[in-house]
Each structure stands twice: as structure tokens, then as C-alpha cells.
């Protein structure tokens, strides 16, 4: 297992110990600082544990992904909370967190599985687990045709195989983008997908559930 200290440019996290599982997913130790307002002191003027654990998961959501780490999929170990220090510029008690966390990271040729939800003529629109902007282009899809079937807009191929809405793609990775802004898309990566290879292309038919990483 690959062992790597990182400094991480956000204000939750400060140091990262990072254990590579796979090529895309890691399990990090992360370090750092979550900010509870007062308001959420009991009477006792203690803030109650849920309540870091609430604000350190609100935190990450926000954060969601890096491009140096990928996506924050989920806390799988809660090592230690620090006690509180008050801080007098924004009136936030600060505690200290250590916990490990499971990421999620793209990287290109990967084979991975995706869900078909939009479909027209130039090309297909996919998810997988977090990724919400995987394309899926035309040109990219060998011996694939775009057809209408029954009010449907579909690719077919030659040895009629569909392409249509629900239907799960298994695709490589040939580009990948992390956006920290851009239009509406916000911290998240944008994903070119391609059926150029073996054993690439439809794997089940409409009705199968979404896959979850």
C-alpha cells in the first residue's frame, strides 16, 4: 500500500495521509479544523460531539471534490476530536479533527460502468456514482448509429445493440477536467468517454438500477 503526505489547499484540511486502494480510490487520514458556531452550546456552554460530526460532514459536502484528490465519497473512521478554542473574530468555537475518509479520483483509461440519462444526435450523456457530466460523443462510439425507435432518440449498431436512456455503458476514460467553476457545473470534473477498445459498450437494459460506487 502507497503511503503520501499532502498539504491540501482548503480551510477544513491541513495534512493528509493518503493509502492508495486503486487507481481511483484512496483512503486518506485527513487533519484539520472544523468551525461550530455558539449557537450550538448546550446549557452546560458545551458543544455536543454530534455537532462537530455534523459540521465536519457539512464541510466536506461542501468541499466535494478536489482535482489533486477527486471526490469525498465518505467518512469511514473518526479518530479524535481536539477540545474547542474559542475564537473571538467570528465568535466560532474551533475543534480539531483527525478522521480517515474514502476518495473517488478519475483518471484516464480507466474502464468504468455508467448510466445512459440524455441522449441526441452528436452523442450521450452519463453518470457514475458522483460524476454528473460524463460525454459520451458519436464519434467515439464505433459502429454505432444514431436512430429514432419508437418516439425514442437511440444509437444503434450493427449487430443491434442499443444505446438509450437507463441502459448502463461500460466506456474508458480517454480525458478528464476538474472545473472549480465553470458555468453551472461548480468543483466537480467533466469527463470524456470512449467505446474504442474490447468488451466496451451496452451491458444491460433499461430497468437496471444506477450503480453506486
Not at 475543534?95 to 484516464?108: I, Q
Not at 474502464?111 to 450521450?124: D, E, P, S, T, Y
Request: with cysteine.
Amino acid at each position: 500500500m502507497h503511503f503520501q503526505r499532502k498539504i491540501i489547499p482548503f480551510s477544513l484540511i491541513c495534512l493528509a495521509i493518503l493509502m492508495q486502494i486503486t487507481n481511483m480510490y484512496r483512503e486518506m487520514e485527513i487533519r484539520g479544523c472544523v468551525a461550530i458556531p455558539t449557537k450550538s452550546l448546550d446549557r452546560n456552554g458545551v458543544v455536543p460531539q454530534s455537532s462537530v460530526v455534523t459540521g465536519l460532514l457539512k464541510e466536506l459536502l461542501l468541499i466535494k471534490s478536489t482535482e489533486e484528490h477527486g471526490y469525498f465519497l465518505a467518512i469511514t473512521k473518526l479518530k479524535s476530536i481536539g477540545n474547542g478554542e474559542f475564537e473571538d473574530e467570528s465568535g466560532d468555537v474551533l475543534f480539531s479533527v483527525a478522521f480517515h475518509c474514502r476518495t473517488f479520483l478519475p483518471v484516464n483509461g480507466e474502464i468504468m460502468l455508467g448510466v445512459v440519462h440524455k441522449i441526441h444526435r452528436r452523442g450521450v450523456f452519463l453518470r457514475c456514482g458522483p460524476m454528473k457530466y460524463i460525454y459520451l460523443s458519436a464519434q467515439k462510439m464505433p459502429n454505432f448509429y444514431y436512430a429514432q425507435w419508437k418516439a425514442q432518440e437511440i444509437f444503434i449498431s450493427d449487430d443491434h445493440s442499443r444505446i438509450e436512456n437507463d441502459v448502463v455503458i461500460r466506456f474508458v476514460v480517454f480525458t478528464v477536467r476538474w472545473r472549480k467553476k465553470h458555468w453551472d457545473i461548480e468543483r466537480d470534473f467533466m469527463i470524456l468517454a470512449s467505446l474504442e477498445g474490447d468488451c466496451l459498450g451496452p451491458v444491460s437494459l433499461p430497468g437496471s438500477d444506477e450503480l453506486e460506487l
